[in-house]
């Protein structure tokens, strides 16, 4: 055997040297300049003409309370319809009938070409359009009387969030490989049952990012129901300012309610995706 | 006299302009494993397709254990089968993809236990026992609770073998099986299927591994552009070929 050749001369050992920690000038003086403006804004805020106390008295107060429950229960249903319809929608526009498909493409283009509040107002003075609603030969009533402020607010946000989810959905199951759907066919699956057990589980793991996204956007829109006499916490907080004038406290009150509502969302969110990425990581178990 | 298992009568499929199979007829018979040799873009992997009917054909008739594939004759006329029907046709063939296609939400095992369960809804304790015996029968006993992603491909693509044999096929079709593999792990997936050839499983298999051609395949098929150019045993078609373009494919790929 021959010997290794010798190694040229010229580049010295470096094992055993550390990496130097840079000092990171720049770094420090933009963190001390950002918290010098956030201290600005906070001394003007604390000086400018807002009642804290009433902040406080507010914050916890047995209206709010009751109208942030309302907005919460009013998100949860609305998304709950909105992710079944877009579900459901979603499904239509990828199957093969033409029939399912344009009916599916029409809700879309007729839900999302509205703005939302339209769509709340007309919920509600449905009445205008329909005196009595009901089914033919079974039951029927006064469409006041059934169209009430959580109705037509469920409708509403729960029927246009279906026009957005079903696209989300859509994405999601393109986004599975089409080999997925061949192996599901080839053990005797059939559409619906491959689309539950194979698709849809993939699916998953997509859209849940955008569904948290929508979620979140699904919290803040309750408060257009306030329009149409939803009692959800803007609402709420409107009739106590309009009683005592203090607007912009009632306003930050309601907005933190917002906040933290939003604050908790999000690592919620992340225990599902962890739920769904079952399988897709290496070590993931 | 038995009856071909499967039987193939000028069977045509085009992709748009492109004619994939052209007037192609031939027999399997219980009990025979079919190499389907050609170069891509050849048909094998249509022809294979149109049996599981992931393919509808365009002309012919393919019938299997003696039913018409995918239509019924009525009137002097072809209708389409339902797709449940269609479902039911499919559960007497396995198919085994070029890109394995394991179910990546689902551990080996459930991969193995879904289309019995779900499709055949049988009992749970029953479906996984055998499961259990068919890892056993592909060597992957240890590998139950593995995802796919922690598999190597040729775990990956033994695992999709016996997912397709839990749902007891009378006939199982390979696509490539092994083309997407690294070479060393060639050896492990072919050994599994010379087994299942042992066992007396009748098999078609596109493949462009001449090798097991070779040992295993009481036939061998070469196919160019869309037709069947030459059959016949292994060692006659891959030894001593007739037709030229047999010759020039097996001169270029050896």
């Given at each position: 055997?021959?010997?290794?050749?010798?190694?040229?001369?010229?580049?010295?050992?470096?094992?055993?040297?550390?990496?130097?920690?840079?000092?990171?000038?720049?770094?420090?003086?933009?963190?001390?300049?950002?918290?010098?403006?956030?201290?600005?804004?906070?001394?003007?805020?604390?000086?400018?003409?807002?009642?804290?106390?009433?902040?406080?008295?507010?914050?916890?107060?047995?209206?709010?309370?009751?109208?942030?429950?309302?907005?919460?229960?009013?998100?949860?249903?609305?998304?709950?319809?909105?992710?079944?319809l877009g579900v459901v929608v979603a499904i239509m526009r990828l199957s093969p009938n033409p029939v399912l498909k344009t009916v599916a493409a029409g809700y879309t283009w007729l839900f999302r070409g509205t703005p939302l509040i339209l769509q709340l107002l007309l919920w509600f003075n449905l009445a205008l359009v329909f005196p009595t609603i009901g089914i033919p030969g079974l039951w029927s009533g006064r469409a006041v009387d059934v169209m009430t402020p959580f109705l037509a607010a469920l409708l509403g946000l729960g029927i246009n969030q279906g026009a957005y989810t079903s696209e989300v959905m859509r994405a999601g199951m393109l986004s599975v490989d089409i080999g997925q759907y061949e192996a599901a066919q080839a053990i005797g699956m059939g559409r619906l049952r491959a689309l539950r057990r194979i698709i849809l589980p993939q699916a998953m793991r997509v859209v849940i990012p955008p569904l948290g996204n929508e979620f979140i956007g699904m919290v803040k829109a309750t408060s257009l129901a306030s329009v149409i006499q939803y009692p959800e916490v803007l609402h709420n907080a409107e009739n106590i300012y309009y009683a005592n004038s203090r607007v912009i406290e009632l306003l930050i009150v309601a907005g933190l309610w917002y906040l933290l509502v939003v604050s908790i969302l999000t690592p919620l969110q992340m225990l599902l995706e962890r739920r769904f990425a079952r399988g897709t990581l290496q070590f993931a178990r | 006299m038995t009856k071909p298992l499967v039987a193939i009568r000028s069977v045509a499929k085009n992709f748009g302009e492109f004619q994939a199979l052209k007037s192609v007829s031939l027999d399997i018979w219980p009990g025979e494993v079919m190499c389907l040799i050609g170069a891509s873009g050849s048909g094998k992997t249509t022809l294979l397709r149109c049996i599981n009917q992931l393919a509808a054909i365009d002309g012919g008739g393919i019938w299997l254990d003696g039913e018409l594939l995918g239509v019924r004759e009525q009137g002097g006329r072809l209708h389409r089968l339902s797709e449940r029907e269609i479902g039911r046709q499919r559960l007497k063939t396995g198919m085994v993809f070029q890109r394995f296609n394991l179910f990546p939400h689902k551990t080996a095992l459930e991969n193995i236990t879904e289309g019995p369960l779900q499709v055949h809804g049988r009992k749970f304790d029953e479906v996984r026992a055998e499961a259990v015996e068919l890892l056993r029968r592909v060597g992957l006993s240890a590998k139950a609770d593995a995802y796919p992603a922690q598999l190597s491909g040729g775990q990956q693509q033994r695992v999709a073998i016996a997912r397709a044999l839990a749902m007891k096929p009378m006939l199982m079709l390979f696509d490539e099986p092994t083309s997407a593999l690294d070479p060393e792990l060639v050896g492990e997936v072919l050994a599994v299927m010379k087994e299942l050839a042992k066992s007396g499983m009748t098999m078609m298999v596109v493949t462009h591994e001449l090798g097991f051609a070779r040992e295993v395949a009481d036939r061998v098929v070469y196919m160019d552009q869309g037709a069947i150019i030459e059959q016949g045993r292994a060692s006659d078609v891959l030894g001593a070929p007739r037709e030229e373009r047999t010759k020039a494919f097996l001169s270029a790929v050896i």
């Open positions: 055997m021959k010997p290794a050749p010798a190694l040229a001369e010229g580049f010295p050992d470096l094992s055993g040297m550390r990496i130097a920690r840079e000092p990171h000038w720049f770094r420090w003086l933009s963190a001390a300049l950002i918290v010098l403006v956030l201290a600005a804004i906070g001394r003007a805020f604390a000086g400018g003409q807002i009642e804290w106390s009433y902040v406080s008295r507010f914050l916890t107060a047995k209206v709010i309370l009751e109208g942030i429950v309302n907005t919460m229960v009013m998100a949860v249903l609305a998304m709950a319809l909105g992710i079944f | -």
